[in-house]
């Protein structure tokens, strides 16, 4: 996930927009607050909401979330004291049907207050949301807090843990859980919203009757929609069957912070990985080719040269015509075998472009510690959900002996934009604690248009089967 030392906003303006071919003015959600947005003369601009109906009208998402969407619509957002930003086709995005994305480079500070958000195919106006509310967006690091006299004449009543509204989280669990385990949570926010809650998700909270449980998003670019989840941190144990003191709340000026305790293993690249000297296992071991590299997933484009890279990539820059470079993580000690019922999970996030006469493939494989690619084991088939690893490729391994893989692989016409895979599996005695990530090369020539990045590389334990969790009525507290 992209961190900047730059001092870029990230603003989300929350909106349901119908796309069609006569401008439509949009239902604006209430509780934005633009008198305390912060302005800043660079924005990134996040367009959020429900029934875009982007897939025929104008951005290609047939292969899949997290495909850039560019080169068909241009945008302009309108706003008070007669301001005006014109957003070319190249820096108008999509990752999914709910979100649009606008990259806006501005010489001075925009005014604050409500805009109109236009959608242009060409010449023809397609679609428009009229009083656009703008407000801080999860992205941006300024404190947007409430101070508390603002706090008590709002004449909310505070209810429990001070939030206004409640849902009982109703899962049934089929065997004891100890704690340390996780839970996987959709949120439909987009509907909350509607009902009060901040679009920018920040008074979010679980808790298990008073007591408020570490969580973490998902995936965060699905805030404002009903495509959120929220991974739970159960902190403490539950016996077999249905949990009753389970709920989401929502509806406070009270900002809730997500964490990656939750994790076992979570890796942003939000800065370099350090420099290895030695292989040592605690550490990460990283190949030559790969490094930092200047893209972004939360806006889908090569970032600008003043900002900071967001994500690790591996290159092809090596002659040799046959390269293997590996990514090794530091080892992690939580990776063992499991209690039947309970397995983990991982996810990340992959992009890259492999031209037509590089046979590169990326593959996973589970390892005894970060060097250990010749004995690393990959994960069958069956484990994988989402971009699934499915290209084959056979090479001459480290010790000259002929080893037969299957990796992702993406397409020469572009860069594949940000994908995500999912792997549930378990951790046996022949298997290892350390995450690989192998680029294998057997193309002849080095191959500068290729390259595979990865980012939100995530690794939680999970239940097994995972319990199917829905939401009871929204009551006020």
Do not use: K
Request: hydrophobic share 40%; net charge negative.
């Amino acid at each position: 996930m992209h961190s900047r030392t730059t001092e870029l906003a990230s603003i989300g303006i929350l909106f349901l927009l119908s796309a069609c071919t006569e401008p439509r003015e949009s239902l604006v959600i209430e509780g934005a607050e633009p008198d305390r947005l912060e302005a800043r003369p660079d924005l990134d601009v996040a367009l959020i909401g429900r029934g875009f109906g982007l897939e025929g009208i104008a951005f290609d998402l047939t292969r899949g979330r997290g495909e850039a969407a560019q080169g068909q619509f241009s945008a302009r957002l309108l706003g008070p004291e007669g301001f005006t930003a014109e957003v070319p086709p190249e820096n108008v995005s999509a990752f999914s049907p709910r979100r649009l994305n606008l990259r806006i480079r501005l010489p001075a500070p925009p005014p604050l207050g409500a805009y109109t958000v236009q959608l242009h195919l060409g010449d023809e106006l397609a679609a428009e949301a009229s009083n656009v509310l703008v407000l801080v967006g999860p992205g941006d690091d300024s404190d947007a807090g409430v101070s508390d006299a603002e706090a008590s004449d709002s004449g909310a009543d505070a209810g429990i843990l001070g939030f206004s509204f409640r849902q009982a989280i109703e899962v049934t669990f089929p065997r004891a859980v100890p704690p340390g385990l996780t839970l996987r949570l959709p949120v439909p926010h987009a509907q909350l919203v509607a009902e009060g809650a901040r679009a920018d998700g920040r008074d979010l909270r679980v808790a298990r009757g008073d007591t408020p449980l570490p969580f973490q998003w998902e995936d965060d670019r699905a805030l404002g929609t009903d495509d959120l989840v929220m991974v739970v941190g159960l902190t403490s144990g539950f016996p077999a069957g249905p949990a009753e003191d389970l709920q989401l709340l929502f509806g406070s000026d009270e900002r809730t912070a997500p964490t990656d305790e939750v994790f076992l293993f979570a890796e942003r690249f939000s800065e370099p990985l350090a420099p290895m000297a030695t292989e040592v296992p605690d550490a990460w071991l990283q190949a030559p080719a790969w490094g930092p590299c200047p893209l972004d997933r939360s806006q889908n484009q090569p970032l600008s040269p003043d900002e900071d890279p967001g994500a690790l990539c591996a290159g092809d820059t090596d002659p040799a015509p046959l390269t293997r470079d590996l990514l090794g993580s530091p080892v992690v000690s939580e990776l063992g075998p499991l209690p039947l019922g309970q397995i983990f999970e991982m996810r990340l996030w992959l992009a890259g472009r492999t031209v037509a006469a590089d046979r590169a493939v990326l593959y996973f494989a589970l390892g005894d510690d970060n060097a250990a690619a010749v004995t690393a084991e990959l994960l069958p088939e069956s484990d994988w959900s989402g971009f699934t690893p499915a290209e084959a490729s056979t090479f001459a391994e480290d010790d000259g002996r002929p080893r037969s893989v299957e990796g992702w692989r993406f397409g020469p016409d572009g860069i594949e934009w940000w994908r995500e895979a999912v792997a549930r599996f378990t951790v046996g005695p022949a298997r290892g604690q350390s995450l690989h990530l192998r680029r294998i090369a057997t193309g002849a020539g080095a191959e500068p248009d290729s390259f595979f990045g990865v980012d939100d590389w995530t690794v939680r334990r999970a239940l097994d089967p995972e319990p199917e969790v829905t939401l009871g009525p929204i009551e006020a507290l």
